[in-house]
T-cell receptor, first 112, second 115 residues
Framework: KQEVTQIPAALSVPEGENLVLNCSFT??????LQWFRQDPGKGLTSLLL?????REQTSGRLNASLDKSSGRSTLYIAASQPGDSATYLC???????????FGKGTRLHILP | DAGVIQSPRHEVTEMGQEVTLRCKPI?????LFWYRQTMMRGLELLIY????????DSGMPEDRFSAKMPNASFSTLKIQPSEPRDSAVYFC?????????????FGDGTRLSIL
């Protein structure tokens, strides 16, 4: 059974710093891995999706990497801003299956 | 471009009452997912449909929960009778089904409180 874990559960970082959020999954046979952002009282917004054949994806100040062999993905945020404060969730889509399994998220707070 | 629309946004009701949550997926999307989010358990998949057909309902917690998708533009999640432990935020998401790497698009959720 696929399990997705995100550590730490919460993180506070001064504005302007670069930071890394971590995601691990137990079954390396994933089809893709997604990073989402969730603001309070809102749904999830897809940030980046990495296919199993890819190693990383970039969008603006965000870079997501995928290492299937070690069961890890990271989300790198460069030059953090207060507007980056949110909960970030990773989700693994299983092969031959439309289901995606979510981690519990990392609650990020950028200190002005 | 309208996103996934859920209603109501908030629902407060007494235990034992029937609760119906509604979802309108993005036009053209043929996969629809219902999730439940709690602090303790995070985001859990309850059921998903492809082309209006339920594919996997293994996440539905009990027979008190049921979901339907009568057509491509509407789905309901019903709880009858409701219990306090059903209190959570329920999300609906949709995507284009298939092997392509299409992300899921989420609605803003229904915050359900059972007293």
């Amino acid at each position: 059974k696929q399990e997705v874990t995100q550590i730490p559960a919460a993180l506070s970082v001064p504005e302007g710093e670069n930071l890394v959020l971590n995601c691990s999954f137990t079954d390396s046979a994933i089809y893709n891995l997604q990073w989402f952002r969730q603001d309070p009282g809102k749904g999830l917004t897809s940030l980046l999706l990495i296919q199993s054949s890819q190693r990383e994806q970039t969008s603006g100040r965000l870079n997501a990497s995928l290492d299937k062999s070690s069961g890890r993905s990271t989300l790198y945020i460069a030059a953090s801003q207060p507007g980056d404060s949110a909960t970030y969730l990773c989700a693994a889509r299983l092969n031959r299956d439309d289901k995606i399994i979510f981690g519990k998220g990392t609650r990020l707070h950028i200190l002005p | 471009d309208a996103g996934v629309i859920q209603s109501p946004r908030h629902e407060v009701t007494e235990m034992g009452q029937e609760v119906t949550l509604r979802c309108k997926p993005i036009s053209g999307h043929n996969s629809l997912f219902w999730y439940r989010q709690t602090m303790m358990r995070g985001l859990e998949l309850l059921i998903y449909f492809n082309n209006n057909v339920p594919i996997d309902d293994s996440g539905m917690p009990e027979d008190r929960f049921s979901a339907k998708m009568p057509n491509a533009s509407f789905s309901t999640l019903k709880i009858q009778p409701s219990e306090p432990r059903d209190s959570a935020v329920y999300f609906c998401a949709s995507r284009v089904q298939g092997w392509g790497n299409q992300p899921q698009h989420f609605g803003d959720g229904t915050r359900l409180s059972i007293l």
